[in-house]
């Protein structure tokens, strides 16, 4: 897990692995059963709910601040990069994959997607959790990858096939 702690500003946006950019529309204080708590309210960019969560918690779920452009160039340039794969329970991989997620790592969902990409080319077969999870965390990649990259979700979605190598990418297309 990431050790850094970060404080957010109101109208700041933010990444949250399963739930993608939340805009940060307030900071509160509160107390409750006698302990005064932070607590910061997150609206997903899709949908009009409000997520209550504790300062506490924000690293231990991954929220972090949006990735920079360079730093998500890197990621996508490293995204398709051959995993190495465990031999693990369904159980296993779902624990591992939330972890790596939670953890705040910039390539996180990257990397789990990567992986997810690699195990259905080798022709395992995959719970049904485990393609929910590849669903919501491929959604909210792609989100952040439209958000930091100011670009459309259409062409987003271009980036990421190209960066876990479902697509030829830029450089093979001008040879």
Same mark, same amino acid.
């Given at each position: 897990m990431?050790?850094?702690?970060?404080?957010?500003?109101?109208? !700041? /946006? /933010?990444?949250?692995?399963?739930?993608?950019?939340?805009?940060?529309v307030?900071?509160?204080?509160?107390?409750?059963?006698?302990?005064?708590? %932070?607590?910061y309210?997150? @609206?997903?960019?899709q949908?009009?709910?409000?997520?209550k969560?504790?300062?506490?918690? +924000?690293a231990?779920?991954?929220?972090?601040?949006?990735m920079?452009?360079?730093? +998500?160039?890197?990621?996508?340039?490293?995204a #398709? @990069?051959?995993?190495?794969? !465990?031999?693990?329970?369904?159980?296993?991989?779902l624990?591992r %994959?939330?972890?790596?997620?939670?953890?705040?790592?910039?390539?996180?969902?990257?990397? +789990?997607?990567?992986?997810? #990409?690699?195990?259905?080319?080798?022709?395992?077969?995959?719970?049904?959790?485990? #393609?929910? +999870?590849?669903?919501? /965390? &491929?959604?909210?990649t792609? @989100?952040?990858?439209a958000?930091?990259? &100011?670009?459309s979700?259409?062409? !987003?979605?271009?980036r990421?096939?190209?960066?876990?190598?479902?697509?030829?990418?830029? &450089?093979?297309?001008?040879?």
């Amino acid at each position: 897990m990431v050790s850094e702690s970060y404080h957010f500003e109101s109208g !700041a /946006v /933010v990444y949250e692995p399963f739930l993608g950019c939340c805009k940060v529309v307030a900071s509160t204080q509160e107390t409750i059963l006698g302990v005064e708590q %932070w607590f910061y309210q997150l @609206q997903p960019s899709q949908g009009s709910a409000v997520v209550k969560v504790s300062a506490r918690q +924000m690293a231990a779920r991954g929220i972090r601040p949006l990735m920079t452009t360079d730093q +998500m160039e890197l990621a996508l340039q490293g995204a #398709n @990069q051959a995993p190495a794969l !465990a031999q693990e329970t369904y159980a296993q991989r779902l624990r591992r %994959w939330t972890e790596q997620l939670r953890s705040g790592e910039h390539h996180g969902a990257l990397g +789990m997607l990567r992986e997810f #990409n690699t195990l259905l080319s080798d022709g395992a077969r995959l719970s049904p959790k485990e #393609n929910e +999870m590849h669903e919501t /965390v &491929q959604r909210t990649t792609l @989100q952040e990858i439209a958000a930091v990259m &100011q670009i459309s979700p259409g062409k !987003a979605s271009v980036r990421l096939s190209e960066a876990l190598g479902l697509v030829k990418g830029r &450089q093979e297309k001008k040879k």
